[in-house]
């Protein structure tokens, strides 16, 4: 069955390190999306991608990296982790057509000392 | 920015009653659509109901958009343990924007 997976699920990791969280889908999707979910604030958009090599800013993408080399996988990366990216992240994918679904990873639980 | 909010932020009900949840938004949508999230794991996805659409039903699920007043319901009947979870609304136009949710507990 088609799926989408994330890695690792735990993180803990110290300030000022480089961390890059894995998303991986099987359904061919064109078009994937990193959120982070904390509470109060729901789930907001970090980046996402269209495409091969297309990659967009969301609505809290400052500190975080993404980059789509091929249709299955966006990773993100955190440059320098701050305490403040401490979060739950979620990954999701979606076919091209605007109208369907997003379908959702497990999500990656981050902590940063 | 938030573009639904949700209301009640929470809601404890007894098994067997109904639950209703409303979504309030900010600016035209092509559609909305509504998540649920059990306790430590992915959203899932319920119910996805069409601008041009005023309500829309999918087993114990109802939906209802207003387009006129920027709002929507999700009505759950003949509630179970099993529908406790939070539940969020998400506008598209052509990303996801989520609302905050609302956390619905459900006692047996």
């Known amino acids: 069955d088609a799926e989408i997976t994330q890695s690792p699920r735990h993180k803990i990791t110290e300030t000022g390190r480089q961390v890059t969280l894995a998303c991986h889908q099987t359904?061919?999707?064109?078009?994937m999306f990193w959120y982070r979910q904390d509470l109060g604030h729901g789930l907001r958009l970090i980046h996402y991608?269209?495409?091969?090599?297309?990659?967009n800013k969301g609505e809290v993408s400052d500190g975080y990296s993404v980059s789509r080399s091929n249709t299955e996988d966006l990773p993100l990366t955190l440059e320098s982790a701050a305490s403040s990216q401490t979060s739950v992240y979620f990954c999701?994918?979606?076919?091209?057509?605007?109208?369907?679904?997003?379908?959702f990873g497990p999500g990656t639980r981050l902590l940063v000392l | 920015s938030q573009q639904g909010e949700e209301d009640p932020q929470a809601l404890s009900i007894q098994e067997g009653e109904n639950a209703t949840m409303n979504c309030s938004y900010k600016t035209s949508i092509n559609n909305l659509q509504w998540y649920r999230q059990n306790s430590g794991r992915g959203l899932v996805h319920l119910i996805l109901?069409?601008?041009?659409?005023r309500e829309k039903h999918s087993g114990r699920l109802r939906v209802t958009l207003d387009t006129s007043k920027k709002s929507s319901s999700l009505l759950i009947t003949a509630s179970r343990a099993a529908d406790t979870a939070s539940y969020f609304c998400a506008t598209s136009t052509d990303k996801l924007i989520f609302g905050t949710g609302t956390r619905l507990q459900v006692f047996p």
């Open positions: 991608s269209y495409g091969v090599q297309d990659t």
């Open positions: 999701a994918s979606r076919s091209r057509a605007h109208q369907e679904t997003q379908y």
């Open positions: 359904w061919n999707h064109n078009n």
């Open positions: 109901i069409r601008s041009n659409e």
